[in-house]
């Protein structure tokens, strides 16, 4: 549906534009709407496309051009388009009108993965975090860094857990497998090797 | 005077009158960013860089000449709708009345004594 907003170029092109913003001090609020709408303009400009080639996809991306001009055009006095109107000051929170969390992130398919990947890990053992993990790549709202922690929330984690108790049964029931440098007290983490040099 | 001295001229008008086309686009009905740009794109390049529509938009907002609405897209992430207030649609109105003016006195001038490219202004002193 939109996997063009998952092509590489499109990422790292808002990734760019994330940290373009982030640099010139936009506020938290502000860098999530100008993200959000171009993430849409993207996702419209593309689906306008017959068809979806890397140079189609370049092509979309610098019409919208340099993400250093669009966040110049943020009110600085640096005007991209039209510098009309610019205050003189720095560019403050926005006063009353813009909702703080920008664009609605979350829908039914965000949801039922969030319950998947949380309740579902219990419920649904190794059906739940799986069909969680799909939800949320299958989401449009969420953006990459957040379907990846989607991910290790519901397949690392349990597997982690598994790991441990599995590490917990080998020093403590099958005392005689010698594998382990594991502690059966800290599970899977790493052994304290640290020796307190102090004295 | 140099082609580029022209050429800049014009760009700064465009950067000068693009907030008034947009306003001017949403008079009748409320848009997205793309459908704009679309529409400023088919007007004749009046964007140069498509993405600077957007801090354009979030100064009308904070001028108050525009309101905005999040909706979902049946195809796609949500767009941002914009609409115009009472203070944008009085905003489009008179700087409509001032281009006109504007516009007929540039014509006026530029339409008069049009010569050919071709046809230097030929000192024509018969003097001897």
Known sequence: ?199 | MEPGGARNVITQLRRGVVEHCVLALLRDRPRYGFDLVRELSEAGGLLTSEGTIYPLLARLRRDGLVVTTWQESETGPPRRYYALTDDGRASVATFGAEWARFKDGVDRVLGGPVVAPTSPRAPERSAG
Not at chain 1, 84 to 112: F, H, K, N, R, T
Not at chain 1, 171 to 177: F, P, Q, Y
């Open chain 1, 1 to 199: 549906m939109s996997v063009e907003l998952d092509h590489p170029v499109v990422a790292a092109y808002l990734d760019q534009l994330d940290r373009a913003a982030t640099a010139a001090g936009l506020s938290g609020g502000r860098r999530a709407e100008l993200r959000a709408e171009i993430r849409a303009h993207v996702h419209d400009a593309l689906a306008a496309e017959p068809e979806l080639t890397d140079p189609v996809v370049s092509g979309v991306l610098d019409r919208l051009g340099p993400v250093e001009e669009i966040v110049a055009a943020e009110g600085t006095g640096a005007g991209g388009v039209g510098g009309a109107g610019a205050d003189p000051q720095a560019p403050p929170p926005p006063p009353s009108l813009p909702p703080p969390g920008a664009p609605p992130s979350w829908g039914a398919l965000e949801y039922v993965a969030l319950a998947l990947l949380t309740v579902g890990q219990v419920v649904l053992p190794v059906v739940g975090p799986v069909a969680g993990v799909a939800c949320a790549w299958a989401s449009t709202r969420w953006s990459r860094g957040g379907k990846i922690a989607a991910t290790v929330l519901g397949v690392l984690v349990p597997l982690l857990v598994v790991l441990a108790a599995a590490a917990v049964w080998l020093t403590a029931g099958g005392s005689s497998v010698e594998v382990g440098p594991v502690p059966a007290s800290t599970g899977f983490l790493p052994p304290p090797t640290v020796t307190a040099g102090g004295g």
